[in-house]
């Protein structure tokens, strides 16, 4: 696994066109880094939760040809500790759903969750995309869930079309 991340994030960024000394641009490198606190305040005796998270994800996208894109993120959510979320609450003997799906859900205990979160191959034409890999998608019934640290991902085959009046998505999804 981490040879693919070495792979990915070490791709030029820069190429030398054939003719001249002069740089070309062919990747963009991106990131996003913030910090989320969430409280749920019960009711009476039952346990109030919170948790206070940090991370973020550093993006990269080269461009192969001229319509020709390959992309890979790494995604980070850190715990910073607030409060021992696998500690369930004494009457009901749960644990809150909210807090926990800023983190590892499987593993409470990982403070620090790494994820190569996208990896995909997209070819544009004029109104058309088609995208192939691990990806995050924005549609009415699948959306990146802006109350995780981790975005919601999908993997498998997108398809785009857009014109002035209409835009079409299909895909399927594993």
């Given at each position: 696994?981490?040879?693919?991340?070495?792979f990915f994030?070490?791709?030029p960024i820069f190429s030398m066109a054939q003719d001249s000394i002069e740089l070309k641009r062919k990747g963009t490198l991106s990131g996003q880094w913030r910090t989320y606190y969430m409280m749920t305040s019960n009711k009476g005796e039952l346990k109030d939760f919170n948790a206070l998270a940090t991370g973020g994800k550093l993006k990269y996208q080269y461009n192969l040809l001229e319509n020709l894109e390959v992309?890979?993120?790494l995604y980070n959510a850190t715990n910073l500790g607030l409060q021992?979320?696998?500690i369930p609450d004494a009457t009901t003997g749960r644990i809150s759903k909210y807090e926990?799906?800023?983190f590892?859900?499987?593993d409470l205990e990982n403070d620090a969750v790494f994820l190569l979160g996208e990896?995909?191959?997209?070819?544009h034409l004029a109104q058309h995309s088609f995208t192939l890999g691990r990806i995050k998608i924005n549609t009415p019934l699948i959306n990146p869930q802006d109350g995780r640290m981790i975005p919601t991902l999908v993997q498998g085959f997108w398809y785009n079309f857009k014109s002035?009046?209409?835009k079409l998505q299909l895909g399927y999804l594993n």
């Open positions: 696994m981490r040879l693919i991340y070495l994030f070490c791709l992309g890979a993120a021992n979320l696998t926990e799906g800023l590892d859900r499987l990896l995909y191959a997209k070819y002035q009046k209409v």
